[in-house]
């Protein structure tokens, strides 16, 4: 009776801080419009780096995609907070994240945070600024911040967000903390380094064309995108799940 008793309790009592998953939605290029292509792979990486903590259920993008092409929005269309609220409750998610990006001047700023889908609360936001060439830095802090904050959510308790440390002062020639540049070679040249933003660009391209149903074009931009970068996670992971 006991055992019965205590079977019912946790089922009319689920844990308040945990009910769905979590959805990634297309982050709103805010600046440059020649970015515009990066709204798709970026959100894609935030999606790879949010799902590698055990403790959170992330909706696969393909299953949001197919929301959004229901309601005839593809990839580039914006989404208003009525909106998607009703995609995150149709993915059977509790939290949405949203975010945006702009460049100016060089500077790339890409902001996010994440909202419980029924009450629109705002349970953590993170913000970040850096070199352009910096993409992939800012983006894994950023992630890392939110991945903190739902771990925190979850847990029932309050997480103190980091304060920013302010970017080094690079000199002339000096590679870059966030875009996997290489060090000189000893004869005194500079291989050529990494570049994230061709880089997400190719993966943005593959995963439309992915779901486009397009595999040759969709396996040849992600090769495109580790040619550009060699260690995108995002990209190796979308080539390993093609058929060879």
């Known amino acids: 009776m006991r055992s019965l008793l205590f079977a019912l309790l946790c089922w009319t009592v689920p844990n308040p801080a945990w009910a769905g998953g979590i959805a990634v939605l297309y982050f709103d290029n805010q600046g440059n419009p020649d970015l515009e292509p990066l709204r798709v792979g970026l959100t894609q990486m935030v ?3 949010l799902a590698a903590d055990p403790k959170l259920t992330i909706v696969e993008r393909t299953r949001i995609q197919e929301i959004l092409d229901e309601l005839k ?3 580039s269309g914006r989404v208003d907070p009525a909106t998607s609220a009703k995609i995150g409750r149709l993915v059977g998610a509790e939290y949405l ?3 945006t990006y702009f460049e100016l001047g060089g500077t790339l700023r890409i902001d996010a945070r994440v909202v419980r889908v029924e009450t629109g609360e705002v349970v953590v936001g993170a913000g970040r600024s850096g070199a352009v060439d910096e993409l992939f830095s ?3 802090s950023i992630a ?7 771990d925190a959510t979850i847990a029932g308790t309050i997480m103190e967000v980091p304060t920013p440390s302010p970017a080094p002062t690079r000199k002339a020639g000096e590679p870059t903390r966030g875009g996997r540049t290489v060090q000189p070679h000893a004869g005194g040249t500079i291989a050529r380094k990494a570049d994230p933003v061709a880089a997400t660009m190719a993966l943005s391209r593959g995963l439309v064309a992915l779901d486009a149903k397009d595999q040759t074009v969709a396996r ?3 090769e495109a ?3 550009a970068d060699p260690d ?3 990209a190796k992971i979308e080539l390993s799940k093609m058929a060879p």
């Not at 890392?144 to 904050?149: E, F, V």
């Open 47 to 49: 999606v790879t780096d």
């Open 73 to 75: 929005l593809g990839h």
């Open 97 to 99: 994240v949203l975010g």
């Open 138 to 140: 800012i983006e894994k």
């Open 144 to 150: 890392g911040i939110l991945a903190a904050g739902l």
């Open 220 to 222: 040849a931009e992600f």
């Open 225 to 227: 995108a580790l040619a």
């Open 232 to 234: 995108l996670d995002t």
